[in-house]
């Protein structure tokens, strides 16, 4: 994303920071983001993404991309947004949902994968777009500054300051609990979408052999991975034998 901001916007993304870390709104708290402006927050983060790292123009990369998740998005349980599953220009291993639709995926994962494995990658992040994690995570950090008043200004101001937040999101990663939330949609996605569950372990698992590399910006923002692959054995009801085999044949197809 370009990093070229205002002061104002500098301190909003510094007290989000803050606000997400700490503060927790209630379940029934009031929900300032429309659908239309989470919508329009996901577009502008969409194309300052594109602007940033290009499109790709790996024809085959971006069939697979294309057919698979158009899949995802029919099995997803959210049905008031549009999809999309764009591959972007990058050597960076990274997927990332913006809220409203646009889902992202580097063109260096996208090969890294097979078609079970990508599918777990983009059913994740089209979870969080089903849970609304962005659009919660941006109407949290509006009630936690107290910043009601900006609903009685201009509607591009809460997008403005979404797309900040949103920033935020792709630098520092979505909670703990809305990761896990993602994955659970995930496996549940790929599974009414035909794909067997067994990639969201081989994904992760060859996820996992990168952590050390400076490239890899899912493991940054995708934590635990560990954590993550027991919870989605547990899940699919796959056995620990049959978990360890998956591992050991993602990390021996990543030379590891």
């Known amino acids: 994303m370009h990093k070229t901001r205002t002061l104002t916007a500098l301190l909003v993304t510094i007290l989000t920071v803050l606000t997400l870390s700490?503060?927790?709104?209630?379940?029934?708290?009031?929900?300032?983001?429309?659908?239309?402006?989470?919508?329009?927050?996901?577009r502008q983060v969409y194309q300052q993404a594109v602007a940033e790292y290009g499109l790709s123009n790996d024809t085959r990369a971006i069939e697979r991309v294309n057919k698979i998740g158009a899949r995802i998005a029919t099995a997803s349980p959210r049905k008031d947004v549009t999809y999309t599953y764009t591959v972007l220009d990058s050597n960076v291993i990274n997927a990332f949902a913006a809220p409203g639709g646009p889902v992202m995926i580097t063109?260096?994962?996208?090969?890294?994968?097979?078609?079970?494995?990508?599918?777990?990658?983009?059913?994740?992040?089209?979870?969080?777009?089903?849970?609304?994690?962005?659009?919660?995570?941006?109407?949290?950090?509006?009630?936690?500054?107290?910043?009601?008043?900006?609903?009685?200004?201009?509607?591009?101001d809460i997008v403005a300051t979404g797309i900040n937040i949103m920033y935020t999101l792709y630098e520092r990663g979505y909670s703990r609990d809305q990761e896990y939330q993602a994955d659970s949609y995930g496996v549940q996605i790929m599974k009414n979408a035909t794909y067997n569950p067994e990639g969201a372990i081989g994904a992760l698992a060859k996820l996992g052999t990168e952590r050390t590399k400076g490239i890899n910006r899912y493991f940054a923002t995708h934590p635990d991975v560990p954590d993550r692959i027991d919870r989605i054995a547990a899940m699919a009801g796959i056995s620990e034998a049959r978990k360890q085999a998956l591992i050991r044949q993602a990390q021996a197809e990543m030379g590891r």
């Open 22 to 42: 700490t503060v927790s709104a209630p379940a029934d708290a009031v929900m300032l983001v429309s659908r239309s402006q989470e919508v329009a927050i996901g």
């Open 107 to 156: 063109e260096n994962l996208v090969n890294m994968l097979n078609d079970d494995e990508l599918a777990f990658v983009l059913a994740h992040e089209t979870g969080h777009i089903a849970g609304q994690h962005g659009r919660k995570a941006i109407n949290q950090a509006l009630i936690a500054q107290g910043l009601f008043s900006i609903l009685f200004g201009r509607s591009s």
